[in-house]
Nanobody, 120 residues
Framework: VQLVESGGGLVQAGGSLRLSCAAS????????MGWYRQAPGKERELVAT???????NYADSVKGRFTISRDNAKKTVYLQMNSLKPEDTAVYYC???????????????WGKGTLVTVSS
């Protein structure tokens, strides 16, 4: 199984970016998917998650600015980030709980991350 993120980059404060994460490889089903981030010198933290049924959950710091969504047919999760702030600067990681033949009840997978830099 592979998770491949895209869409990171450099943006000015107040701007927007849309991250995508596509899953592939021997997938039977995908349960929850989510985004986490890790800023320099800090621990990785939850940004947002979404269940297979579409129920989403957000960190307080991004509520009202970020929107998580998914396309189950494309095995892809998105993160629309608006009103970006310099403190949103981090490497953003995709996470998914994926069932395969070897792990029928699901296993956690991570992408390699995509860098988001917000300039002031």
């Amino acid at each position: 199984v592979q998770l491949v993120e895209s869409g990171g980059g450099l943006v000015q404060a107040g701007g927007s970016l849309r991250l995508s994460c596509a899953a592939s490889g021997g997938i039977l089903s995908i349960n929850a998917m989510g985004w986490y981030r890790q800023a320099p010198g800090k621990e990785r933290e939850l940004v947002a998650t979404i269940t297979s049924g579409g129920t989403s959950n957000y960190a307080d710091s991004v509520k009202g600015r970020f929107t998580i969504s998914r396309d189950n047919a494309k095995k892809t999760v998105y993160l629309q980030m608006n009103s970006l702030k310099p403190e949103d600067t981090a490497v953003y990681y995709c996470n998914a709980d994926i069932a395969t033949i070897l792990h029928y009840f699901g296993m956690d997978y991570w992408g390699k991350g995509t860098l988001v830099t917000v300039s002031s």
